[in-house]
Nanobody, 123 residues
Framework: QVQLVESGGGLVQAGGSLRLSCAAS????????MGWFRQAPGKEREFVAS????????DYADSVKGRFTISRDNAKNTVYLQMNSLKPEDTAVYSC????????????????WGQGTQVTVSS
């Protein structure tokens, strides 16, 4: 089992920045690829970013590319999502997820999920 706890969400004005954190416990963190997903009210969950085990491979949704950065610190068992130039359409509950070894854009391929953290961007 892997337990995931997100933090860092909040209310920010458009153009502002937030950094989300996802702390993992349980199994060996470095064996897991990590993903960030988001879900806005009335919409399906969507992929945001993923990072493979060593952090050497990352992937981003087109909607956040160039604005968001995913990173990980395996010594701290933590994955981060730095979000810059935030837009109102980024408003959603952001959740981190873990799966063995390889990142994926498909939420169904992740085995473990956090409870989510709310990000609200005002215009």
């Amino acid at each position: 089992q892997v337990q995931l706890v997100e933090s860092g969400g909040g209310l920010v004005q458009a153009g502002g920045s937030l950094r989300l954190s996802c702390a993992a416990s349980g199994r060996t963190f470095s064996n897991y690829a990590m993903g960030w997903f988001r879900q806005a009210p009335g919409k399906e969950r969507e992929f945001v970013a993923s990072i493979w085990t060593t952090g050497g491979i990352t992937d981003y949704a087109d909607s956040v590319k160039g604005r968001f950065t995913i990173s990980r610190d395996n010594a701290k068992n933590t994955v981060y999502l730095q979000m810059n130039s935030l837009k109102p359409e980024d408003t959603a509950v952001y959740s981190c997820a873990a799966r063995i070894r390889y990142g994926s854009r498909r939420s169904v391929e992740y085995d473990y999920w956090g409870q989510g953290t709310q990000v609200t961007v005002s215009s």
